[in-house]
C-alpha cells in the first residue's frame, strides 16, 4: 500500500493550493483519511480529516479556509487551502486509515509528505 501526496509548491500569502493524495496497492477499503503538517521545529499536527461517510473534521485555525474531500471509487483525498499564512509553510503528510486487501486488517499509512511554502 502506498500514498502518495501531489500538489504542494511556492505560493504567496493569500494565494490558494490544492494537495492531493491517492492510496493504491493492495487496497480494500479505505476508511478515514487526512492531512497533517508538520513546521521546520515544531510536531506534527492535524489539518483535517474525513470519513468514508464525508464527516470531517478541521483544525480551528484552517476552518473557513481549508476544505477536505474525497472520492471514494479513485481512493483519493483533497486539499484545498485558500488565503494561505507564512507560517502554515510545512511539510503537508496523508494519512489514511483502511482495509488491507487479502488479510482484510485495518492499518494507519502515512504518505511522504509534500512540501507547501507559502511567502509573505
Known amino acids: 500500500v502506498q500514498l502518495q501526496a501531489s500538489g504542494g509548491g511556492l505560493v504567496q500569502a493569500g494565494g490558494s493550493l490544492r494537495l492531493s493524495c491517492v492510496a493504491s496497492?493492495?487496497?480494500?477499503?479505505?476508511?478515514?483519511m487526512g492531512w497533517y503538517r508538520q513546521a521546520p521545529g515544531k510536531e506534527r499536527e492535524l489539518v483535517a480529516t474525513?470519513?468514508?461517510?464525508?464527516?470531517?473534521v478541521y483544525t480551528e485555525s484552517v476552518k473557513g479556509r481549508f476544505t477536505i474531500s474525497r472520492d471514494n471509487a479513485k481512493n483519493t483525498v483533497y486539499l484545498l487551502m485558500n488565503n494561505l499564512k507564512p507560517e502554515e509553510t510545512a511539510v503537508y503528510y496523508c494519512?489514511?486509515?483502511?482495509?488491507?486487501?487479502?488479510?482484510?486488517?485495518?492499518?494507519?499509512?502515512w504518505g511522504k509528505g509534500t512540501l507547501v511554502t507559502v511567502s509573505s
Open positions: 494519512y489514511s486509515r483502511l482495509m488491507v486487501a487479502v488479510i482484510y486488517q485495518v492499518m494507519d499509512y
Open positions: 496497492g493492495s487496497v480494500f477499503r479505505v476508511n478515514d
Open positions: 474525513i470519513t468514508r461517510g464525508g464527516s470531517t
